[in-house]
């Protein structure tokens, strides 16, 4: 038993060494208004991501995307595990006399690059000054800060409008507590087109748009937590025969983050969102195509999907170091001028998760998810097909 306690001390002290060790911060000598000139610090994220699917076919998928679900195959069970999520992140700040300050974020993973490949890509890129924020991090369509609390799934439940976006965006005080944001961004770079271009030659094809997407929100925000609406107008182009054409999409967003209870054990978030052709900022949906498609009755235009969605979560700490989360999401597609082929998708989230903090900077845990896409068809005809999994893994951050 002794010898057990010796390797267990010694295991936990290389950790808190290697914790130290990985850190590395640098500070300017040079100082302006009694603080550093320059500083940076460039940290990391390891997380250890293991999935087990028990029902439906999403094997594959490193996050539990739903929408993918194919409802008209079979079960496949399946054990995956990958360090594809692990992070690196680049801060730097630069003081200006005057107390002015200029902040840059460089932070990637290694989710890049088709067939599971363990690619580089770039997550956050931007530099902030004054009121202005400059390059791709979290859309202005959703909030930083609206994730639920220590979620194995990387992308959120399938209902949550959180997007990375290349953008301008502008943020200002109207109160002391009241913020608005306003913001021209455009869609990831991975990401080719927000709509399906189906097989034809007498059918619509891509075009570049020649708009950004512009967003207005409002912001309240108390101690401790916020709300926030938010609202967006998307002109998505296309093209058909030699012709450009474009269609108008629209969405309204509205959130709460707010924590309760003594000590801030009860974290509590809720958002629900409304819009057409707005798939592409739901974070866990984005990129399959599912803003749009050609009408049903007409190959030469574009129909936008309507689309309604939402998610609550519920993070509660039982002790200093375990907590656990419970989070429900939904979203509904109408699809009855589309050409998908059915009328209506209704895909379902929900789970939970225990976490145990082992170290300050070191997690542990395991999260069931259950999903079921459900397609509906002109009469009374149904597809349905559920599917479950657990994640597990750990989170070490240095």
Request: glycine share 10%.
């Given at each position: 038993?002794?010898t ?31 603080k ?11 997380k ?30 399946g054990?995956w ?31 890049g690059?088709?067939?599971n490949?363990?690619?580089f ?15 791709q ?7 930083a ?35 608005t ?31 950004p ?5 409002l ?17 998505i182009?296309?093209?058909?025969q ?5 269609s ?28 057409k ?49 419970a ?13 998908f ?16 903090d ?23 005809a ?16 240095f």
């Open positions: 038993m002794n057990l306690k010796t390797l267990a001390a010694a295991a936990l002290t290389m950790t808190t060494i290697g914790v130290n060790a990985q850190l590395l911060r640098y500070t300017s000598t040079d100082t302006v208004d009694g550093p000139e320059c500083e940076a610090v460039l940290k990391g994220r390891l250890f991501n293991g999935i087990y699917d028990i029902k439906g076919n999403l094997h594959g998928n490193s996050t539990f995307a739903v929408h993918s679900n194919d409802v008209t195959g079979p079960d496949r069970p054990l595990v990958d360090m594809r999520q692990s992070q690196i992140r680049f801060d730097g700040t630069r003081r200006f006399a005057g107390g002015h300050e200029i902040f840059a974020r460089l932070e990637g993973d290694f989710e690059g088709p067939s490949k363990s690619t890509r770039i997550r956050h890129a931007f530099v902030q000054y004054k009121n202005f924020l400059i390059g991090t979290w859309s202005t369509f959703g909030d800060d609206m994730w639920p609390a220590a979620l194995f799934d990387w992308d959120g439940p399938t209902g949550m409008v959180e997007s990375r976006r290349p953008m301008i965006r502008y943020t200002g005080s109207l109160t002391s507590h009241l913020q944001e306003l913001a021209a961004e455009v869609m990831e770079p991975r990401r080719l087109y927000d709509y399906t271009t189906p097989e034809g030659s007498n059918t619509i094809h891509y075009e570049p748009r020649r708009l997407d512009l967003i207005a929100t912001k309240y925000n108390f101690n401790p937590g916020f709300l926030k609406v938010a609202g967006i107008y998307r002109n182009g296309y093209g058909y030699d012709q450009y054409k474009s108008d999409g629209y969405g309204v967003s509205a959130m709460a983050n707010i924590f309760m209870g003594r000590g801030k054990k009860d974290n509590f978030q809720f958002q629900f969102n409304y819009g052709g707005i798939a592409d900022y739901f974070l866990s949906v984005g990129g399959s195509g599912l803003d749009g498609t050609t009408r049903r009755d007409n190959p030469a235009e574009l129909s936008l999907l309507p689309v309604n969605s939402g998610y609550t979560s519920y993070q509660h700490f039982w002790t200093k170091v375990f907590h656990t989360t989070i429900a999401s939904y979203n509904s597609f109408n699809g009855e001028d589309a050409s082929g059915w009328n209506n998708m209704r895909n379902l989230y929900a789970g939970g998760n225990m976490m145990f082992v170290l300050p900077n070191f997690t542990v845990g395991a999260e069931f998810l259950w999903g079921k896409k459900t397609l509906k068809y002109q009469g009374d149904e597809k349905s097909l559920p599917a479950s999994r657990v994640n597990f893994g750990f989170l070490f951050n």
